[in-house]
């Protein structure tokens, strides 16, 4: 198992947080999580692990779907989120869907702290993200 992911592993095990995982051939490695934030509302977050254990990526996907004609107002809403949040990066995927993005360079040996962090991290502002993206979708 590729030891990044799996010291974040036990970290989730630690915290009783359900999760799924799947190793990839190449010794990369995915790890899904369905967390809810603080308004109830339910992210299904995906983490990437490079295979060589110094590569970690966050996708949150479903963040809404955006109908074409509230493209452009969406846009602009995740460009000032963008802004005003460092870390954690929104866009509109291909499909019309919002999504977030995070990425980060570890080591096996930080991985356990550094990954939690990224992953409290972008639980620190999805909630408020999220009503700036139902506000243009409403």
């Known amino acids: ?3 990044s992911a ?3 592993v036990e ?7 359900k999760y799924m995982e799947n190793p990839q051939p190449d010794g990369s490695h995915y790890v899904a ?10 992210y299904n977050v995906v983490m990437v692990f490079g295979a060589d254990g110094t590569e970690f990526r966050i ?4 963040l809404g779907k955006v109908p074409t004609e509230r493209q452009r107002p969406m846009l602009r809403v995740l460009n000032e989120l963008n802004e005003t949040y ?5 866009y509109l995927d291909s499909d019309g869907d919002v999504a977030a993005a995070l990425d980060a ?4 040996g930080s991985a356990a702290r550094v990954c939690w962090e990224m992953l409290r991290r972008a639980f620190s502002v999805l909630d ?3 009503k700036k993206i139902d506000a243009v979708l409403a």
């Open 11 to 17: 970290r989730l095990q630690r915290h009783d947080i």
């Open 33 to 42: 999580v369905e967390l809810a934030g603080s308004s109830g509302t339910l």
């Open 1 to 3: 198992m590729n030891q």
């Open 128 to 130: 408020e993200a999220q």
């Open 105 to 108: 360079v570890i080591t096996p």
């Open 86 to 90: 460092a870390w954690l990066r929104f």
């Open 59 to 62: 996708r949150i996907f479903q």
């Open 6 to 8: 799996e010291a974040l």
